[in-house]
């Protein structure tokens, strides 16, 4: 996988100059050791230039981390902790932070050399809010050595996806298709969150793909292409179109990242680019999303957002789906009822013409469009990859602007099935506890589009620490809430 950070947290400890600092520098050490033996050493700086308990001292903190090429900060309290310094530390640094504290170790401490860190905390929390700062706070952030390298190996996910935001280019081509305004939003959101837009013209794509013809690369990628698809590859006429459009992609990416370390791509796909094209662009999207360079299909630029924060998050491909089918009842009488405990309306189809990578399908063939093929030649809808997606956990989740620029979000965990879709396109069957209430008080309720990205995982907790590090209100983050806990909206005779 490419284009994901490769994040490193500095680990800085701060101590209250009334308390002992050898609490702290112990303290650090202890979290240090703990994290190393856990998890990959790599992932983490030991701050030993000092322990933080003055703005001098903080300074000298920062400038120590940013020579380390920390991209994360983790702001560790040994003792009750200087609420200013440490507080002005997440202000300076340039990323994503994180505070967490250290527990009381034995009954031996409580006499003479007790910590406070759980006391100091709550000024901590107290004092970035008068600041305006933004800060990872764990869930419960106070812990021993070796629960607090868990709450820091928990961050780097969100730290990940805070980073990759802020160095993130989603290069869009075209407007969207006629009658589709659901992916429509506005985008002053994602400068809010530090994306970078580059917003092209059709024209401009299909200028350089032309521009692309007799590109000496085009027999080896074609390959490529070949080598994956197998017995898939339905349709070999067109591998040398599509190699040639992969190709027109990742050099204007290389092109026009500019400043910026990594991309996603908002693509357009109809109504005009298989005629001009000569194919649908789907198999290649497929590609280059199970490369990590998300690629949205419809010019859905906050639906190629969300897939960006899902790969960067779970480091795998992801996919883009339609909320797009119920599952009929023969079917799910014969192969979810009895074997699966999910009601009818817990289910339903997730469904693209072919953007899936191969490696998340459970068989796959390269062929035409079939509902483009409804209304224009076949020979100009081949470009889509079809199959079953694997069965396995996923996280259905998206990141969205309502129409007055508000941002809001929702996630639902889950599984695919395993049973046979019987249909067409990168498809499958998804369970969602409770799905017919969530798509009812949380999907509609909210107008979300249905364009929704999925992680092949449960990845719903960090996802969620992504949201509101971001700046979702909570109270917009929608979720499938079990039963028996009511939403706002819904009825309470019902």
Not at 237 to 256: G, V
Not at 304 to 328: H, K, R, Y
Not at 352 to 365: D, I, Q
Request: aromatic share 10%; net charge negative.
């Amino acid at each position: 996988m490419i284009n994901i950070p490769k994040i490193r947290i500095g680990i800085v400890a701060v101590s209250r100059d009334c308390f002992p600092e050898s609490l702290s520098v112990n303290r650090r050490k202890a979290l240090a050791e703990a994290y190393r033996a856990q998890y990959d050493a790599a992932d983490i700086y030991e701050c030993p230039v000092c322990i933080v308990e003055s703005e001098i001292q903080m300074m000298e903190a920062l400038e120590d981390v940013k020579k380390a090429g920390c991209q994360a900060l983790c702001v560790y309290l040994g003792n009750f902790g200087p609420e200013i310094a440490e507080t002005l530390l997440a202000k300076y640094f340039d990323g994503p932070v994180m505070f967490c504290a250290a527990a009381e170790e034995n009954i031996g401490v409580l006499s003479s050399s007790r910590g406070d860190a759980y006391c100091g905390m709550l000024n901590a929390s107290y004092n970035l809010k008068l600041r305006g700062v933004k800060a990872y706070i764990p869930e419960y952030p106070v812990g021993d050595a070796a629960a607090c390298a868990r709450m820091i190996h928990e961050f780097l996910p969100v730290a990940r996806a805070v980073y990759g935001l802020n160095h993130l280019k989603i290069i869009s081509f075209g407007p969207r298709p006629l009658n589709f305004l659901a992916c429509n939003a506005p985008i002053q959101q994602l400068y809010n969150l530090g994306v970078e837009i580059e917003e092209n013209s059709e024209l401009d794509l299909f200028e350089a793909f032309r521009k692309h013809e007799g590109d000496p690369r085009i027999p080896e990628v074609a390959a490529d292409m070949a080598k994956e698809l197998g017995d898939g590859n339905k349709k070999p006429e067109i591998l040398p179109k599509l190699a040639q459009y992969e190709l027109t992609l990742l050099d204007w990416i290389e092109a026009h990242k500019g400043s910026r370390e990594y991309v996603a791509i908002a693509g357009k796909c109809w109504p005009a680019f298989q005629t001009q094209f000569g194919f649908v662009p789907c198999y290649v999207n497929s590609r280059l999303t199970g490369r990590g360079i998300p690629v949205s299909c419809e010019v859905d630029i906050y639906g190629a957002l969300s897939e960006f924060i899902g790969t960067v998050v779970s480091q795998d491909a992801v996919t883009l789906l339609d909320i797009n089918n119920t599952v009929p009842e023969d079917l799910y009488q014969e192969g979810i009822a009895g074997k699966y405990p999910y009601t009818l309306e817990d289910t339903f189809m997730g469904f693209h013409c072919g953007n899936t990578t191969t490696k998340k399908l459970a068989f796959c063939e390269m062929k035409y469009q079939l509902i483009m093929a409804r209304s224009l030649p076949e020979e100009v809808t081949q470009g889509t990859l079809e199959g079953d997606i694997l069965p396995g956990d996923i996280t259905f989740f998206r990141l969205q602007s309502t129409a007055d620029a508000k941002l809001n979000a929702y996630i639902a965990q889950g599984e695919v099935l395993p049973v046979p879709t019987h249909s067409f396109g990168s498809i499958g069957i998804f369970a969602i506890p409770e799905m017919g209430r969530f798509y009812r008080h949380v999907l509609i309720e909210h107008n979300f589009p249905h364009h929704g990205a999925v992680a092949f995982g449960h990845y719903g907790k960090a996802i969620y620490e992504v949201f509101k590090y971001l700046g979702v209100p909570v109270e917009d983050i929608g979720y499938n809430q079990p039963r028996g806990v009511r939403y706002p909206t819904e009825n309470p005779f019902a």
